[in-house]
């Protein structure tokens, strides 16, 4: 019943929403002249202000029209060259010629499946573009997917990425964002242990939870203290008739929406007292920037309840992959199998969602990867978000993420333009620390 309490909810606001957005529409209106003074400013912003906190966001676009490659500015294109139930591939298509195509490496971005959608990322695939040829997983919204569709869990997950590395035919570096990490070394595990020739030439592992007994964050604890069964009783509902995916087990969005927000609720309350300050001054730059941002922070998609309570379980609570009983299909996940498969990992100093060494232990489990093979990035001063976004990303993260691929891919380094930065902050190439290694706390 809570998602249907949560949509009776939305619907019992809506004549307040409508009203508070048509306010806001006569006020700003430029022939009145009400809507200039003080009071009409004011009022004005508190209209705007609240129909933006009390509408349901639906899922933003890309809106990736044009990149640089070579000093030049192109067309791109967005296509979908795979659609499965649940997840669509897109490909960021370039109007450039074939010779500088071939030239530049192809880019598999595996966004997370946890609550946002995958144009969480767009800052991700823009700063990769101008210098490969890059898709994304486009995760879907389980709520959106007939019940006919069938189950996707865990296992379903790992299917998806084993069938799209194989559409490359191993010309591909896969990088994975945060949840995806444990899904896409089980894929690469099993490709490798079964000498498929379809292995990625690289993977690099973002801020992932491939062992989260290593300083653990207030998630990973809330998984442990609570337990499988507490999941399934309290945050596990059932998809309303209004949607497509009626009759669904889900874990909602706004249930995962609400637990981002409690994290870091001061910090939002602020951010919206500091959006109605600046629609009252006028200040429409900074206002912009706030809109932009929650429009996709707030935006949320809901996940199917079997892949939500396998993961949880798998990941947070029995710690299968790096404790080495991990299965899919009943078949067991090793990493030690992965030899070919480059392998980088970064973490951001401050990451509060996933500790620093949880996706450095990677490394340790990849036993058979030679050291030239590996690469360990920790960057220091950025959270969970700017290990993938942002300008420390853009200037000091992406130039290292370049020369990794460079150097593990057939067409050669690429070119020192690209790599200008001067990788501040710790990189450790070999993969592991030259000290202890790190041990679970």
């Known amino acids: 019943m809570l998602y249907h309490w949560f949509e009776l909810g939305q619907v019992a606001c809506r004549p307040a929403r409508v009203a508070a957005d048509t306010c806001r529409l006569l006020l700003g209106h430029p022939f009145n002249p009400v809507g200039r003074t003080p009071l009409g400013r004011s009022v004005t912003a508190a209209c705007e202000v609240f129909e933006r906190t009390t509408r349901r966001y639906s899922r933003p676009s890309f809106s990736i029209t044009e990149t640089t490659v070579d000093d030049v500015s192109v067309a791109v294109r967005e296509e979908t060259v795979l659609d499965l139930p649940f997840c669509r591939l897109q490909h960021f298509e370039r109007e450039i010629s074939e010779q500088t195509a071939r030239a530049q490496p192809r880019i598999l971005i595996v966004a997370p499946m946890s609550g946002h959608f995958a144009t969480l990322l767009r800052g991700t695939v823009k700063a990769l573009l101008p210098f490969a040829d890059v898709s994304i997983t486009d995760w879907q919204d389980a709520r959106g997917v007939p019940y006919s569709a069938g189950r996707f869990d865990l296992d379903t997950y790992i299917d998806y990425i084993i069938r799209m590395l194989r559409l490359f035919e191993g010309d591909v570096h896969v990088l994975a964002v945060c949840q995806p990490t444990v899904p896409v070394m089980a894929a690469v595990s099993l490709l490798e242990e079964a000498g498929d020739e379809d292995v990625p030439l690289s993977m690099t592992l973002m801020g992932g939870p491939i062992d989260t007994r290593i300083n653990p964050t207030a998630v990973n604890r809330l998984a442990e203290q609570r337990g499988l069964d507490w999941f399934d009783r309290n945050v596990i509902t059932t998809v309303p008739w209004l949607h497509p995916g009626r009759g669904r087990s889900v874990y909602p969005g706004f249930l995962q929406l609400s637990g981002f927000m409690t994290m870091n609720l001061d910090r939002h309350v602020a951010a919206h007292k500091d959006l109605f300050l600046h629609l009252v001054r006028g200040d429409g730059d900074s206002a912009l920037k706030h809109k932009e941002f929650y429009d996709e922070y707030?935006?949320?998609?809901?996940?199917?309840?079997?892949f939500y309570l396998q993961t949880v379980d798998t990941v947070f609570i029995r710690h299968a992959l790096p404790k080495g009983g991990m299965t899919h299909r009943g078949q067991a996940i090793d990493p030690a199998a992965i030899s070919r498969v480059a392998l980088m990992t970064v973490?951001?100093?401050?990451?509060?969602?996933?500790?620093?060494?949880?996706?450095?232990?990677?490394?340790?489990?990849c036993s058979s990867l030679k050291a030239d093979k590996r690469r360990h990035r920790e960057q220091a001063g950025v959270g969970h978000y700017g290990i993938f976004n942002g300008s420390r990303f853009s200037a000091e993260i992406l130039p290292d993420?370049?020369?990794?691929?460079?150097?593990?891919?057939?067409?050669?380094?690429?070119?020192?333009?690209?790599?200008?930065?001067?990788?501040?902050?710790?990189?450790?190439?070999?993969?592991?620390?030259?000290?202890?290694?790190a041990t679970p706390s």
């Open 401 to 437: 993420i370049l020369d990794f691929i460079g150097q593990n891919d057939h067409r050669g380094p690429m070119r020192p333009a690209v790599l200008r930065s001067a990788r501040p902050g710790k990189v450790i190439d070999g993969g592991l620390p030259t000290g202890p290694p």
């Open 347 to 365: 973490e951001g100093e401050k990451d509060d969602i996933t500790g620093v060494g949880q996706c450095q232990a990677a490394h340790a489990l």
């Open 298 to 306: 707030l935006a949320v998609m809901d996940l199917a309840a079997e």
